[in-house]
């Protein structure tokens, strides 16, 4: 079963606009949550993260949106920037152990 | 550079030999994790140690996958006989029991396994 899902499995948006990844999970009993970025032949690099006690968190230009009733979390980037162009994975985490992922979605940032 | 490193970064072989990857994580790190990845998915976890102690094992890690952290610093990750389906990226992690990041887990650059 998915655990966590990214239904999106691709999202285009200009440069300088604002781009948003959604990510829905089903376990109510994560309690952490995670975006990592990857580049192809790369491991994923960790973005941001929010625990499931607050409902938003920022860092520069990167903010991640979390709706616990509704089990959905979103990312937004803005302004989008070329090297944003990536594979975007979310992952939540119960306990501090496992990360259970969804299955990504590639950004592409157009000039 | 004081980040997760992984050997090799690639790996071809012929299905039926076996293969060992190794994994180095981040020096202070108590917790060492190893995923799989394959086309279009997100990694899947395999197993994970703390310390020396192997404290969870996934069911996709059949009897031919063993790991083992003997000094709880470097890990390996053995595939015996391996079969084409085996064919993924394999990514190790690292994180920090304890602080207010320990939920955040640092990959390394992952080892490309090909079995032909």
């Known amino acids: 079963d998915q655990q966590v899902k990214q239904n999106s499995p691709s999202l285009s948006v200009q440069e300088g606009r604002i781009s948003i990844l959604n990510c829905d999970y089903t376990?109510?009993?994560?309690?952490?949550f995670l975006w990592y970025k990857k580049y192809p032949a790369e491991g994923p690099t960790f973005l941001i993260s929010i625990s499931s006690i607050k409902d938003k968190n920022e860092d520069g230009r990167f903010t991640v949106f979390l709706n616990k009733s509704a089990k959905h979390l979103s990312l937004h980037i803005v302004p989008s920037q070329p090297g944003d162009s990536a594979v975007y994975f979310c992952?939540?985490?119960?306990?501090?152990?496992?990360?259970?992922f969804g299955q990504g979605t590639r950004l592409t940032i157009n000039p | 550079d004081t980040g997760v490193s992984q050997d090799p970064r690639h790996k071809i072989t012929k299905r039926g030999q076996n293969v060992t990857f190794r994994c180095d994580p981040i020096s202070e790190h108590n917790r060492l994790y190893w995923y799989r990845q394959t086309l279009g998915q997100g990694p899947e976890f395999l197993t994970y140690f703390q310390n020396e102690a192997q404290l969870e094992k996934s069911r996709l890690l059949s009897d031919r996958f063993s790991a083992e952290r003997p000094k709880g610093s470097f890990s390996t990750l053995e595939i015996q006989r391996t079969e084409q389906g085996d064919s993924a990226m394999y990514l190790c992690?690292?994180?920090?029991?304890?602080?207010?990041?320990?939920?955040?887990?640092?990959f390394g650059p992952g080892t490309r396994l090909t079995v032909l």
């Open positions: 992690a690292s994180s920090r029991r304890g602080g207010s990041s320990y939920n955040e887990q640092f």
């Open positions: 376990n109510s009993m994560f309690d952490y």
């Open positions: 992952a939540a985490i119960q306990g501090a152990q496992k990360l259970v």
